[in-house]
């Protein structure tokens, strides 16, 4: 069975925030990329770790072209090539590992935290590597090794983020101090202007996931309230919640609008006033508004299909479709997490298809048949795409570009009017 219109017994009432709309759910073939991407940003955040990718020649590929710009500085990835002798059962893989991380390290002391990533190839040999972490642990001191996996089984290439948080759940500390917790990668100059807000509001005590350094991870405890700063982290506020952390609902800070409601949540269970809150968000959030008057122009009036990929098209299509104008016609998202999206739910048109996993052929044909003036989708799929005619938006570039909080909400909408400038020069 590859699709399953998912629709609620109609006698169930609607719980508080919890949105009933009908879901299309479809297990078919689907074009993703892999966890493994996510080391393109991950390295960038957490400046003193280092990714090890145990996987084959096409996940060194992969990582390469993804991130082709560190061949021109010391990397922080690299990809232990599993070989024939590897994968035939020949060799001992572990014993390689533990040769490959004695030279890295040796050669290496800035590195503080290491995680060993697996791989499709590692995980269908069955290559063990939380033992390969824990013995490589104990060995080498100072560093922490920690793994999660990467693989492309069952997985979409943000999920690779919360995999790696995940992992470092359970080695944060204990703590039972009131802070908020923010969660997610943000680029650095976002997380200050996030700082200096909440410092205005009188919320002193910010820790961010990850931190910049592998050092100063943050404490965790039932005195911590955490927002999700990324709508993909689903196994890394499940574990956050088992450590006695408590979720702050909200939409994500994506846009004027979605980053004063995260603003807010925050603001709420931190007992901080209306009036305050509103005195410190005004500026920022008019600035905003401002900045979304140029690419709104271009954008409205338009309509825009997703294809399921970063797991930010909720957020994303409700930013389009109520600040700029646009008309959504398909989000599909890999996965719909209910609980982390269920303040966003509500402000997404009623109008618009909300799919859960693919099945490439059939959406293709809905997408055709739709004729959408935009596509946001997969580097696989856009190509194709646009040798039909069709305009499209990578939606891997909404996880390398700040776009979180309020003076990035022009450059967010600039993203997706730029595909539209670039055809009237080429019609040009
Ligand atoms: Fe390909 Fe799997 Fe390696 Fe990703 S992890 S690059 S999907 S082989």
């Not at 290439?157 to 039972?176: H, I, K, N, R, Y």
């Amino acid at each position: 069975m590859s699709a399953i219109l998912e629709r609620p017994a109609p006698a169930a009432p609607a719980e508080a925030g919890c949105d009933t709309r009908p879901v299309l759910r479809e297990r078919g073939q689907r074009e993703v990329f892999c966890g493994l991407t996510g080391i393109v940003w991950m390295h960038r955040k957490i400046q003193d770790a280092f990714f090890l990718v145990v996987g084959s020649r096409t996940c060194a590929h992969l990582l390469q072209s993804a991130a082709g710009v560190m061949i021109f500085a010391e990397p922080r990835f690299a990809t232990a090539i599993l070989d024939e002798r590897d994968l035939a059962g020949l060799a001992d893989a572990q014993e390689e590992l533990d040769r490959n991380v004695t030279r890295l390290l040796e050669r290496r002391p800035d590195i503080k935290l290491l995680f060993l990533v697996g791989s499709c190839p590692s995980e269908v040999i069955k290559l063990d590597l939380a033992r390969a972490a824990q013995r490589l642990d104990r060995r080498f001191n100072g560093v922490r090794v920690l793994n999660y996996s990467g693989s492309g089984i069952e997985t979409t290439f943000t999920q690779g983020e919360d995999a790696c948080l995940a992992a470092l759940v359970p080695e944060l500390p204990q703590s039972e101090v009131a802070q908020l917790m923010v969660v997610g990668a943000l680029a650095d100059v976002v997380e200050d202007q996030f700082i200096r807000l909440f410092a205005a509001m009188g919320i002193e005590r910010v820790a961010f996931l990850p931190a910049r350094r592998a050092g100063g991870m943050p404490a965790v405890g039932p005195g911590t309230q955490f927002l999700l700063a990324q709508p993909f982290l689903a196994e890394t506020g499940r574990l956050l919640e088992a450590r006695g952390a408590r979720h702050l609902a909200a939409p994500f800070p994506l846009g004027a609008e979605g980053t004063t409601l995260w603003l807010r949540a925050a603001a709420r269970a931190f007992g901080v006033s209306e009036a305050r809150f509103n005195e410190v968000t005004a500026a920022g959030e008019a600035r905003a508004r401002q900045a979304l008057a140029g690419p709104r122009a271009r954008l409205a009036g338009k309509s825009v299909f997703f294809f399921p990929d970063s797991q930010l098209e909720v957020p994303m299509a409700r930013f389009l479709s109520r600040e700029c104008g646009m008309e959504a016609i398909e989000i599909g998202t890999p996965y719909l997490h209910r609980q982390h999206l269920a303040e966003e739910m509500p402000l997404l048109p009623e109008s618009a298809l909300l799919s859960e996993g693919q099945d490439v052929e059939k959406q293709l044909d809905r997408c055709h048949a739709a004729r959408p003036d935009l596509v946001v989708c997969g580097l696989g799929l856009a190509n194709p795409l646009e040798a039909q005619g069709i305009t499209t938006k990578w939606s891997i570039e909404l996880v390398f570009t700040p776009v979180q909080g309020y003076d990035q909400a022009g450059d967010l909408a600039g993203l997706f009017a730029r595909p539209f400038a670039r055809r009237d020069v080429l019609k040009v």
